[in-house]
């Protein structure tokens, strides 16, 4: 089956400081990429929707200056969460749409970040 | 605006206790409806996709079936490593047709 990595699987930043989220494709080609955030205890909130060589696209709430999202090629998209603070932390988890099936969505195994 | 409902919200079964999961969902122009499997600190598992009214899909211990208000999981005599949360998502023709709208989940435990 399709396969999405994340990296790193978890990060532990001191407040202010600005963290990188790799996500990637490994075994097919993305034009969309998605990012969540999730809570304890709760589904997935859509955090971003990106499409190769395009801005992201943000969702109500979502700031867009606090979260960079690059989508450069047909396999890797990143998300910076820049100065980063306690509030920030959480479980991130990209997902990537097979350009080839269409419809599919996979899922990444998600990034813990904790914010000192 | 899309709903997506799953009931229960928790399930504790005996191993080998066959049981059925729900999901009911109000979209404007269905285009599929996807079961995923989710462990603790880690990210969905893809499952299954369903597109139309009478589909059927099984895999394992797993068969997803799909009417137009709502979509079963029937899980057969479960293991303890069936264990996880199960997540159902659809999409639509209404508002963005690349997002998935999420329920909340069942968190399924199987007792050995």
């Known amino acids: 089956g399709a396969v999405v990595s994340q990296h790193p699987s978890r990060v532990i930043c001191k407040s202010g400081t600005s963290v990188k989220i790799e996500c990637r494709s490994l075994?097919?080609?993305?034009?969309?990429m998605f990012w969540y955030r999730q809570f304890p205890k709760q589904s997935l909130m859509l955090m971003a929707t990106s499409n190769e060589g395009s801005k992201a696209t943000y969702e109500q709430g979502v700031e867009k200056d606090k979260f960079l999202i690059n989508h450069a090629s047909l396999t890797l998209s990143t998300l910076t969460v820049t100065s980063a603070h306690p509030e920030d932390s959480s479980f991130y988890i990209c997902s990537a749409r097979d350009r080839g099936t269409y419809n599919e969505q996979f899922f990444g195994p998600g990034t813990r970040l904790t914010v000192l | 605006e899309d709903q997506v409902t799953q009931s229960p919200e928790a399930l504790r079964l005996q191993e080998g206790e066959s049981s059925s999961l729900n999901c009911s969902y109000t979209v404007s122009g269905l285009r599929g409806l996807f079961w995923y499997r989710q462990d603790p600190g880690k990210g969905p598992e893809f499952l299954f996709t369903l597109y139309s009214a009478g589909e059927e899909k099984e895999k394992e211990r797993l068969k997803a079936t799909l009417t137009k208000k709502e979509s079963f999981l029937h899980i057969t005599a479960p293991k303890p490593e069936d264990s996880a949360t199960y997540l159902c998502a659809v999409r639509a023709d209404s508002g963005s047709a690349r997002q998935l709208t999420f329920g909340s989940g069942t968190q399924l435990t199987v007792l050995p």
């Open positions: 075994d097919f080609q993305a034009t969309t």
